[in-house]
Every structure is written in structure tokens, then in C-alpha cells.
């Protein structure tokens, strides 16, 4: 049971590259997530999905896209990278009963995809 | 807006010692609340999940409570060890109506001395 698994886990981009943080989850999780971390900030929502084919904005989605096509996959793209991009990103997943009603969550995170943008 | 707040940012306590983690969060209309541990260059771990209608959640060593009238959290650790050396966030979540997200606050650096 693999749990969240977070490709790549490091990543340097130049300015107005584009590229996609890849997630995949094996435990048959509804809900799916993608936060970004700065250094000393808690995370922030970017992304969010409660199933396949619906993905709804989180705090700070511009310069982000995500789809989900799968239940187990949910990847994040950056089209035009920018410094301020430049962070650790977290995929988590999380299991909730009746679809999009609220439920005893329990998230589960992915190790993490550290990037930088120059 | 929700907003979460933990203080202290960071603590450094002696091996042994008990102590107490506080998050505050500035809405009381959550669905529950979720401490988690993240070491470095890692994922996070969820450690308790308390859901609104309780009042504490223990696992081990491990006690969290919740007042959630007057926005308050607070993470025991008993006879901290230096394996307990980590950041602790905590994180709330929301109701249906917006969005069912968990808002973190920014953490609280520990570190257990031998």
C-alpha cells in the first residue's frame, strides 16, 4: 500500500516553463488536494477535487491547473513558471463518506515535490 | 476569514519535560480540527483528529483538546523525547459551505534536547 505518491520530488524550472506535479493515490480516496508550503507560512490550498472529473479553487490557484480524470490521480500543472512559484508542494488525499458531504476526514500527504523556479 | 494561529513558533524543551502546543483559530464554526507532524523535507502526519462536538482526542503520550467557543486547541506531549522533535501544525476544517477545507496555521518548531 503505497499511500500518496508524489513525483518528482525536486524540480528546478527557468522562468516561463511549464510543467506537472504528478499524484497518485492507491487507497481508493474521494477527495484530493494540493497545498503549497512557504518557509515559516502554514499551507495553502491551491486545488481541491472531491471526485472524478470535479475540481474546485482553493486560497491561491492563479498561475495553477489541475483535472482529474481518475479517481487516483489528480496532477497539478504550472503553464508559465514564475519565481514566485518557487515552493514545496503537497498532494494529500482524504476519504469521505456520501461524496461531497463533509465526513471525519483524515488527510493523508504525499512526501512532497520541492520546486524551484529561476 | 478563518485564520489559524499557533504559538509558540518555536520550543526547545529538555528530554522529559511535558508540555503544551496552543493553536488558536479565529472562527468557531468548524467541523473539526486536526494536529499534524511534519519532519523535515517530509510529508505531514496526522496525529488526532478531534470533530467539533468533542472535547479531547488521546493517542499515547499524545493529548489534544479542543474549545471550540473560545477558538482553542492545545497539543499535550507527555515525557517528551528527543524522537518528538518535529514541527506540529494544526489545521481546521470547515463546513460544506466553504468548500469543506482545512485551514492550516503555521506550526510550532519543537525540539526535545537529551
Known amino acids: 500500500n503505497a499511500g500518496v505518491t508524489q513525483t518528482p520530488k525536486f524540480r528546478i524550472l527557468k522562468i516561463g516553463q511549464s510543467m506537472t506535479l504528478q499524484c497518485a493515490q492507491d487507497m481508493n480516496h474521494n477527495y484530493m488536494y494540493w497545498y503549497r508550503q512557504d518557509p515559516g507560512m502554514g499551507l495553502k490550498l491551491i486545488y481541491y477535487?472531491?471526485?472524478?472529473?470535479?475540481?474546485d479553487k482553493g486560497e491561491v490557484p492563479n498561475g495553477y491547473n489541475v483535472s482529474r480524470s481518475t479517481t487516483e490521480d489528480f496532477p497539478l500543472r504550472l503553464e508559465l513558471a514564475a519565481p514566485s512559484q518557487t515552493s514545496v508542494y503537497f498532494c494529500?488525499?482524504?476519504?469521505?463518506?456520501?461524496?461531497?458531504?463533509?465526513?471525519?476526514?483524515?488527510?493523508?500527504f504525499g512526501a512532497g515535490s520541492r520546486l524551484t523556479v529561476l | 476569514k478563518q485564520e489559524v494561529t499557533q504559538i509558540p513558533a518555536a520550543l526547545s524543551v529538555p528530554e522529559g519535560e511535558n508540555l503544551v502546543l496552543n493553536c488558536s483559530f479565529t472562527?468557531?464554526?468548524?467541523?473539526?480540527l486536526q494536529w499534524f507532524r511534519q519532519d523535515p523535507g517530509k510529508g505531514l502526519t496526522s496525529l488526532l483528529l478531534?470533530?467539533?462536538?468533542?472535547r479531547e482526542q488521546t493517542s499515547g503520550r499524545l493529548n489534544a483538546s479542543l474549545d471550540k467557543s473560545s477558538g482553542r486547541s492545545t497539543l499535550y506531549i507527555a515525557a517528551s523525547q528527543p524522537g518528538d522533535s518535529a514541527t506540529y501544525l494544526c489545521?481546521?476544517?470547515?463546513?460544506?459551505?466553504?468548500?469543506?477545507?482545512?485551514?492550516f496555521g503555521a506550526g510550532t518548531i519543537l525540539r526535545v534536547k537529551s
Open positions: 477535487s472531491v471526485g472524478a472529473g470535479i475540481t
Open positions: 472562527d468557531s464554526a468548524i467541523y473539526n
Open positions: 494529500a488525499s482524504s476519504y469521505s463518506p456520501g461524496g461531497r458531504k463533509a465526513g471525519a476526514n483524515v488527510l493523508t
Open positions: 489545521a481546521v476544517r470547515r463546513g460544506m459551505e466553504y468548500g469543506n477545507k482545512l485551514v
Open positions: 478531534i470533530q467539533s462536538s468533542q
